[in-house]
């Protein structure tokens, strides 16, 4: 289009071939001077004209400064002017590329000398208070734009250009901020953008300008702004109980986020008279009018307020009834608590938050009356007394601006004057018009009898009384919405603004605010007392079984709880013993709840590994949790909502049993902090000390299997295959190193998934998922093992089935330790110096051999005694042939032959497979108890009964139970094939047809 030779022509001789140069300029101002009237014909060539001005004026400011001294001198900005102020049919389309090539041009000058050429002769300020059509939305969004940019150039020498002190006018930030409502939120952020870039800018008599002419205004009207947009967000809430508006209140809290971090952007600019106009609007117009009047008790309906009137009128007594309070706006108290705690999370201006927090904790109703000047007063001196109001303004601000424009004022317009008109004028209005509501009420209830006038009084002066006798009703609402016998719809705000309040360290002084929870005017109890009581209740409800509150409540409480009991000094901490008891008795009953759970094994323990890891990896973070729309809402208890796991309620046995987890483990941490505990028994285990992949290992003496590796891709790799007490390896031959390894994959035992192949008797199909409960379904290893012969497979399936159970008996085990399961907790044998002592097998008491499951979690891979036919040797010297019970519940016994599985960390002496070794054991870096299943094994009934002796009785039932079983045949041989429950009567008669073995 560019190129149509149709469009170009003139005294230059034609265009130029250099398309970024000098002539090339020459040329497209020959064609503005022919076209000065925009047509519809001509429209296309303009705008491709003033494209290619742009090009050139980014590419001379680099290169030539020619272009620049020609630009200023034939005064081209003049005639984009000239083309703005036209009305013809095209002027509007060649707006929008006049306002997009003027932003280019600013954006890509890097020249100094090049912008004030740009910026002078004023032409760029009159363009800014040009009248656009900003019913175009592609002129509106080039226009902000524009203003956006020029914003982005303000500093100390360029400010000259765009402020002049001597009529007052600054069109780049009154016209700016008259788009500080509009409807687009694009083009809101732009203005919070320009206003920001202005305020930025230290010069004094452009922030007096802002202060005097337009700080009231605009701050008043924003306020109002934002008190609407909090209206429509309360009437979201009030109407959306069932989920279903979830996005609209969303968009409605990212906004509000968005002012209060922009009116935070401006306190942290640290300007002090701006900052002393913004803090009064806010709390006199917002803050204490709105929100803190909506954590008072709702009034009655104005008809029973005229009745009450009446009343006090019949019986000479004086009612203390403001109607016109009564009209106020209010918010529901679950917003109310939401956007207080939102501006002590994002507000750190310590005079408006000082000022809020000592409303809140120490305020009464007159501050309705006569609002904060006093705490105002010790951070600026001389503060009037302001009457606080939500009204709307009584001008918008652009006519506001337009009014102030070139008229001098004083820096007490901020306020007083100002909210003096305010808050008079739509009082007057309003009890006027309720002058004759109250007559007309009059006349309707003069005959009522003398019962109904002493019901109607009591009715109608309860509420007030109850708020009057309360010497901090503010402070007492909050404490009093930690109440959570139905639900924690409001005690989890209530615990927000708590906590928000508390880890406020800019505006709110911890010693001050101790001192203030300390004191109580009733003298009976502290309100850090009463707070810290309120918080054990919540963890005491949580722990019960059908307990309704959500996760993140009770995370949040025992959060506040260590904060509050924290100690000042080096003194004990700020809790009695009852109340400590109260603690330990709320985890003691999470741990009762939690053993309902502990019977369904396989998901239970994956659940239990997978709470632990998501508690240690999710921080509390009150700030985030606050931008979470949701919690306006009431709790539910579906995941179809999409709300996050710990912010609703439980749904299905599975997420009750997460949520009980859950709630252990956070009280188990809690009750660690006041005993000053660390913690050595999670996670149940240390992947420190587990084998990693490229990990060289000493493979000498140890039991490989060879075996080919088929992915899904059809690669084949050739690799030996190791199984250890915990985890399945894959290594590959070191070629440094004779008998060693490399580590080429490696997955836990527990994860482990074995299938035979029915037409490959040499062939498994493994699987290794990831652990816990995850929501990336895709396992760590999908593959087909090849083995040289049908023996070794074998093998390598009853290791691998052998191995997954151990390890997720061992870890059951280790839970049942932690929640101290009835029967499971006799005469504990801990670890000492990462070792543990276990006693013989003819001794009394806990005496048995070690375990055949290993304790430990990582071979530490030194080479053992090991020779082959070991396997065969160890089922020779095992004289009892009893087989052994598996600790899992529902669990069936085994035989006794098997194969053990890698240790490498022992010797054959010391191997956890020796039956009856008295030398000692080696001990899990994370401590355990050893169970001992060969005095077990033999017990036929539930594997729960045969774990609960400790005494000398119980063991001699079990050794008289292990003598009235028939021994096995002892055999220098070891079994290839997964024994079942009848080969535990020994004989060939248990042994199925055509069963392989091998000496």
């Known amino acids: 289009m560019f190129r149509s030779r149709s469009w170009f022509g003139g005294p230059w001789g034609g265009r130029p071939k250099n398309r970024l140069s000098l002539e090339h300029l020459k040329y497209l101002y020959s064609i503005l001077e022919k076209n000065t009237t925009v047509s519809e014909s001509n429209r296309g060539l303009l705008v491709e004209s003033l494209r290619c001005i742009a090009e050139i004026l980014i590419w001379g400011d680099q290169h030539d400064s020619l272009v620049f001294d020609f630009f200023l001198e034939k005064n081209m900005l003049s005639y984009f002017l000239h083309i703005m102020r036209q009305k013809s049919g095209g002027s509007s389309f060649v707006c929008v590329q006049l306002l997009q090539t003027l932003n280019i041009l600013f954006e890509n000058i890097r020249n100094e000398t090049s912008l004030y050429y740009l910026l002078s002769n004023n032409h760029v300020n009159s363009i800014m208070v040009h009248k656009f059509d900003f019913s175009d939305e592609d002129v509106m969004g080039y226009y902000i734009l524009f203003l956006k940019t020029l914003s982005l150039k303000l500093n100390t020498h360029t400010i000259h250009f765009f402020y002049n002190e001597h009529t007052n006018d600054f069109p780049l930030y009154t016209e700016a901020i008259k788009f500080f409502n509009h409807p687009e939120s694009m083009v809101r952020i732009a203005v919070r953008t320009i ?504 493979l000498n003496n140890s039991d490989l299997i060879a075996c080919t590796v088929v992915a899904k891709d059809s690669s084949k790799q050739r690799r030996f295959l190791v199984i250890d007490a915990l985890q399945l390896i894959l290594v590959e031959p070191d070629a440094k190193l004779l008998g060693w390894g490399v580590a080429k994959f490696v997955g836990f035992l527990q994860d482990v998934e074995v299938q035979g192949d029915k037409d490959d008797s040499r062939c498994l199909h493994i699987t290794v998922h990831r652990g816990g409960v995850t929501h990336n379904r895709t396992p760590l290893l999908s593959a087909k093992f090849l083995f040289d012969d049908h023996i070794r497979c074998m093998a390598a399936k009853q290791r691998l089935t052998k191995g997954r159970s151990k390890a997720r008996q061992k870890k059951m085990y280790q839970i049942a330790q932690l929640i101290e399961i009835p029967g499971q907790m006799d005469s504990p044998v801990y670890a000492v110096g990462g070792t543990m002592v276990a006693s013989s097998s003819g001794g009394s008491g806990n005496s048995s051999g070690s375990s055949s499951r290993s304790s430990h979690h990582r071979p530490m891979f030194s080479t053992a005694n090991r020779v082959p036919g070991f396997a065969a040797v160890l089922r020779g010297s095992n004289s009892a042939g009893v087989s052994r019970t598996q600790m899992a519940p529902n669990r069936s016994i085994e035989g006794s032959e098997e194969i053990p599985l890698e240790d490498f960390q022992h010797s054959r002496n010391n191997s956890p497979h020796s039956r009856g070794n008295p030398s000692p054991a080696s001990r899990s870096h994370t401590p355990i108890r050893v169970l001992h299943y060969d005095q077990l094994s033999a017990h036929s009934g539930s594997p729960r009964e045969a774990s609960l002796g400790g005494t000398n009785a119980l063991l001699s039932q079990l050794n008289g139970l292990a003598r009235e079983v028939p021994p096995t045949q002892s055999s220098e041989e070891t079994s290839f094939i997964g024994s079942d429950g009848n080969e535990a009567t020994g004989g060939s008669e248990g042994r199925r047809r055509g069963a392989i073995e091998t000496v």
């Open 195 to 698: 206003s920001l870039n202005v305020y930025k800018v230290q010069n004094p008599s452009m922030l007096r300008f802002i202060r005097d002419k337009t700080a009231a205004p605009y701050f008043s009207n924003l306020v109002w702004f934002i008190g609407k947009h909090i209206l429509e967000l309360d009437t979201c809430v009030r109407t959306d109980i069932d989920h279903q508006s979830n996005q609209k209140l969303s968009n409605l809290v990212a906004e509000h986020l968005d002012h209060l971090h922009y009116l935070s952007d401006i306190l942290l600019l640290e300007i002090k008279d701006l900052n002393a106009v913004l803090t009064e609007h806010l709390l006199h117009k917002l803050f204490v009018p709105l929100y803190i009047f909506s954590l008072t008790p709702a009034p009655p309906p104005p008809s029973l307020a005229v009745v009450t009137q009446n009343l006090a009128a019949v019986l000479n007594r004086n009612v203390d009834i403001d109607i016109q309070e009564m009209h106020n706006p209010r918010v529901s108290s679950i917003v109310a608590l939401f956007l207080l705690s939102l501006v002590f999370l994002v507000v750190s201006h310590a005079p408006l938050v000082h000022a809020l927090a000592w409303v809140i904790l120490n305020g009464d109703h007159s501050v309705f009356k006569e609002g904060a000047a006093e705490i105002l007063n010790s951070y600026v001196e001389h503060r009037e007394v302001v009457v606080p109001g939500f009204g709307e303004p009584n001008e918008s601000l652009e006519q506001a601006l337009d009014t102030v424009t070139g008229q001098s004022s004083s820096s007490s317009y901020a306020l007083s004057e100002d909210s003096g008109v305010e808050s008079s004028s739509p009082a007057t209005t309003e009890l006027d018009s309720q002058a004759d509501a109250v007559e007309a009420e009059q006349i309707k209830l003069r005959n009522i009898t003398d019962e109904e006038k002493q019901l109607l009084q009591k009715s109608s002066s309860s509420t007030k009384a109850d708020f009057a006798e309360m010497a901090k009703p503010f402070l007492d609402t909050v404490l009093h919405a930690l109440d959570c016998t139905e639900n924690d719809y409001l005690a989890l705000l209530s615990l927000c603004l708590i906590y928000a309040m508390s880890h406020n360290r800019d505006g709110i002084k911890n010693e001050w605010f101790e001192q203030v929870l300390a004191k109580s005017t009733r003298g009976a109890f502290s309100y850090k007392t009463a707070l810290i009581e309120h918080l054990l209740n919540i963890i005491t409800q949580s722990s019960q079984p059908s307990s309704r509150i959500r996760l993140i409540t009770v995370e949040i409480a025992l959060e506040l709880l260590v904060t509050f009991t924290r100690p000042s000094s080096d003194d004990s901490r700020c809790i009695t013993a009852a109340q400590q008891d109260l603690l330990f008795s709320a985890r003691n009953q999470s741990m009762v709840v939690l053993r309902n759970f502990y019977r369904s094994e396989d998901i239970f323990l994956d659940l239990f590994e997978d709470e632990y890891n998501e508690m240690r990896k999710a921080q509390l973070n009150v700030e985030f949790l606050c931008m979470d729309s949701t919690i306006l809402l009431p709790p539910t208890g579906t995941p179809l909502t999409g709300i996050n796991f710990t912010r609703r309620l439980p749904c299905g046995e599975v997420e009750k049993a997460r949520r009980a987890i859950r709630v252990y483990f956070l009280l188990r941490r809690t009750c660690q902090k006041f005993l000053n505990e660390k913690e050595s028994l999670l996670p149940l285990t240390n992947v420190v000390n587990l084998v990693q992949v490229e990990n060289v290992l000493d």
